[in-house]
Nanobody, 123 residues
């Protein structure tokens, strides 16, 4: 089970930190990722992190603004989002995959999913 928290409303230029707590899976053997889906758009991979946390992936639109990290002792993955823009508005989903591939853009390739948390950025 993956449970996200930390979403909400923020003005453009602001920051939010999303958290995702995992249970019922061996957290440290799973690559972790954050997807987002805006209304009328496909779900897209925003960021991914390897099992150890040594390697990360970011989609181009968030590079330099978002940071993904994980704490394997706490079974938690984070997404720090800075300099938020209205186009970042979406439902953000935490996801996990035991294959270890942290940069797979296809949602169907990820096995575990959270329920999602809404992020709204106003201009």
């Amino acid at each position: 089970q993956l449970v996200e928290s930390g979403g909400g409303w923020v003005q453009a230029g602001g920051s939010l930190r999303l958290s995702c707590a995992a249970s019922g899976l061996t957290f440290s053997v799973n690559a972790m990722g954050w997807f987002r889906q805006a209304p009328g758009k496909e779900r897209e991979l925003v960021a991914g992190i390897s099992r150890s946390g040594d390697s990360t992936y970011y989609t181009d639109s968030v590079k330099g603004r978002f940071t993904i990290s994980r704490d394997n002792a706490k079974n938690t993955v984070y997404l720090q989002m800075n300099s938020l823009k209205p186009e970042d508005t979406a439902v953000y989903y935490c996801t996990a995959d035991g294959s270890g591939n942290y940069a797979t853009p296809s949602p169907g390739k990820w096995y575990y999913w959270g329920q999602g948390t809404q992020v709204t950025v106003s201009s």
